[in-house]
């Protein structure tokens, strides 16, 4: 169910981008992380740099979009759309903070949180979204430098990617477990 609410933005967004224009499905992305933070804010859980980040990048992309420039390309939309996500899972790590463990800490309980491999797999699951957002770029980049590409390419580059990067989330707490054991393995979002 979390990896359903964490997603449900950027499938909305991918969604709405192929049947819409650009600003409302920017604008009702943002709303929809808007929706999620609030669910966590009334489950009792902390609000969440990804979210909240994803609000501040849909939103001020869909009012540069709205104000400035209507009439840029759904790809460079994407293409913004995907740097900035990168940006708040960079700028996670960089603090010390992989917006991963966020979700991780509300999983476990202290003891578990305090294990060694803890931290260390919140990051290694934070670089595998990481590679994901940068795959996603790069078929950002290629939709827009090469035209000629069919709309399906860009769309199963992203979709590989983010499915991939949600496949070894929920994979690498079972190898964990089956390696060093229980204890480990529960500290990881995606072994419920």
Known sequence: ???????????????????????????????????????????????????????????????????IDPNLSHSAVKLTTDIGVLAISLVSMAIGKPFVLQYALEEVDAETAKLAGFRKATYLITWAWTGAFVLMIAGNVLMIYIPGLPLWSGLLIAFAARYSAAYFTSWYPQYRKAKYGAATATALPGTN
Not at 11 to 24: E, K, R
């Open 1 to 67: 169910m979390t990896i359903f609410l964490i997603l449900a933005p950027f499938g909305t967004f991918a969604l709405l981008m192929l049947v819409t224009s650009a600003d409302i499905a920017l604008f009702t992305s943002a709303a929809i992380c808007l929706a999620v933070i609030g669910i966590d804010i009334y489950r009792g859980r902390s609000i969440k740099m990804l979210g909240a980040g994803c609000v501040v990048v849909f939103t001020g992309l869909g009012a540069y979009v709205a104000l």
